[in-house]
């Protein structure tokens, strides 16, 4: 029911219905998320708040498909993502979406330049001269270009993060999940960071899912869902004038 | 193009533990080594040893009438060859180009007597010029007198010259009885001495053929076995196969196989030395095997352990688990392509150095045999090939493992 909405031209990229997911602890059950309900649309750029343990992280790692809801529905880009194997799973991840981690998470063996290039080559086969204009283009974005034949040991934590941001846009995803993705920098290359993918945004009409504690990240995000137990307990329209 | 991105980033991973690959690449370089200078020196032993027992004596190939070498310790003279026989073996080892020379022998035994003494004898009647192109060795053997047979003389062992005290030109008698029962005798004059040599016929000696068929008083040449030597060794199974072939077919008037065909193998003990070598050349290879698979296994689970993080990463963005497998396979290739690459070359150049430094050693009574060590291509490659396939194999698991571990829990590992 919810599975054409997308390429009908109604223009909602994720909707989620009654999902909920359980752990099994031993032989207790424990519900880490229940009932969430939501719609999210193209080229937003909101994000999940609540206290630790309110199921932020779960409901990011179910949105980006590298976990799966116990119950409810949840169709992405038009897929009901529920209804793809691992492998599909990978490839749907490839296709649509890109990752920012808290930790950075880059490759360690691959300089700045084939860090970002590594999606388009290895996940999508990009034609080389395709895959060297978006990371050229890229670079510049995020003023990289001096860095990047650098070795990720080689920069620093902002630089590794704009790096990642890059990394996450080259495919042209619909869709960025971020998770705590300024927690690990001071609050200038932060604000940068959030500056960059506000930017970003804007260009490419990406949307930008956060999950974050950070209040930067707070008052730069178009929409807020407030999380408690595992519930969406507040949604509230911000207007995202935070810092750009 | 991507298996060539798969393989920079399976060797950068490899660069980046620089200390831990080159550890596993030594090991499995020195397995190779010891692999390869065992094999190339104790298959010039072999060889060496091989070739004393058949060009001194056995030759490569005998063909006797059936049922002659269950009978063999008692050299019948009632189980030979006819001219008939011998003219249809003629004929097909004429045809065959593997055949460097072939040579006919009366077998028998007889009493060997100095005038004063006697003792028991086993003879070879023989034609000097075939014999000596078919067991080259055999003039090497004669430590005193003649290096060549003249009708009328006699080769002799050392043991029995030494027992009957007896020396080159001393006239002797040999008495033997034929097929009918009846017995002769033939004066003989000593023309040399034969030191022993290891295996059957070893203390045999040595008359012409002419005079054997006189001592035993034939009407026709009756042989006892025909000896051939190949130009190629390693062409034994195939001839042997060839013969059997061309010569199964010919049946006595009851139809049954007039001849049986053995290679030197079946003939001497000898071959249970070698095939005790080659034993202990397979489990050499078999603990390779394991030392491979173990380093390679230990090396790899570890890579699998040290990058769950970056697993999960790749896997996130969506990398397939097939080049996640492939990524982790090419490391463990890579690891023993390098080990191996470097073991045969360490390997060869050892096997060099033994070849110029010139080693000797003795068997029996042979002293100053020349150790030539050498390892084949054929060898190099199996050699290497079992590295490469077994460092494969090794990493298969910690590679499927890679593969198969889901993005939020390889992400979540600290």
Known sequence: MHGNSYKEGHMRLIVAQDIYKDYQVGEVSLRALSDLNFEIEPASFLSFVGPSGSGKTTLLNLIGCLDIPTGGSLTIAGTDVLSLDRKERAAFRGKHMGFIFQDFNLIPVLTVYENIEYPLLMVQNVPSEERRRRVLRLLESVEMMEQKDKYPDQISGGQKQRVAVARALVTEPELVLADEPTANLDSKTAYMIIDLMKVMKEKSGTT???????????????????????????????GGNGHV | MAMYNLLKIAIRNLMRYRRRTLLTSSLIMIGVVFVLVFVAVTGSIKGLLIGQITDSMLGHIQIHKKGYVASIDNLPLTITLSPKAMEAIENVIKDMPEVEAYSARIKFGGLFSNFTETTNIRLNGVVPEKELKTVPLLPERIIKGNKDLQKGSILIPELLAKGMKVTVGDTVVVIATNRDGSVNGKQFVVGGILESVTGPGGRDGYIHIEDAVEVLRMEEMELSEIVLRLKDFGML??????????????????????????????????????????????????MLIAMVLVSIMNVMIMAVYERMREIGTISAIGTMPGKILSMFLLEGLSIGIFGAL??????????????????????????????????GIADLLAVSVIVIIVSVAASLQPALKASRMEPIYALRHV
């Open chain 2, 237 to 286: 199974q195939d001839v042997y196969t060839s013969l059997t072939n061309s010569l199964s077919g010919k049946t006595n008037e009851a139809g049954k196989p007039v001849f049986e065909i053995h290679t030197w193998e079946k003939l001497s003990p000898f071959y249970n030395i070698a095939r005790m070598i080659d034993i202990m050349t397979l489990f050499i290879k078999i």
């Open chain 2, 342 to 375: 470097i073991g045969d070359a360490i390997g060869c150049a050892i096997i060099y150095l033994l070849n110029i430094s010139h080693i000797t050693f003795n068997f029996g009574r042979q002293t100053g045999l020349l150790l030539e060590p050498h390892v």
């Open chain 1, 208 to 238: 930008f899912i956060f999950s974050t504690h950070d209040q930067k990240i707070v008052g730069a995000a178009e929409i807020l869902y407030t999380l408690e137990d595992g519930t969406i307990v507040d949604r509230k329209e911000m």
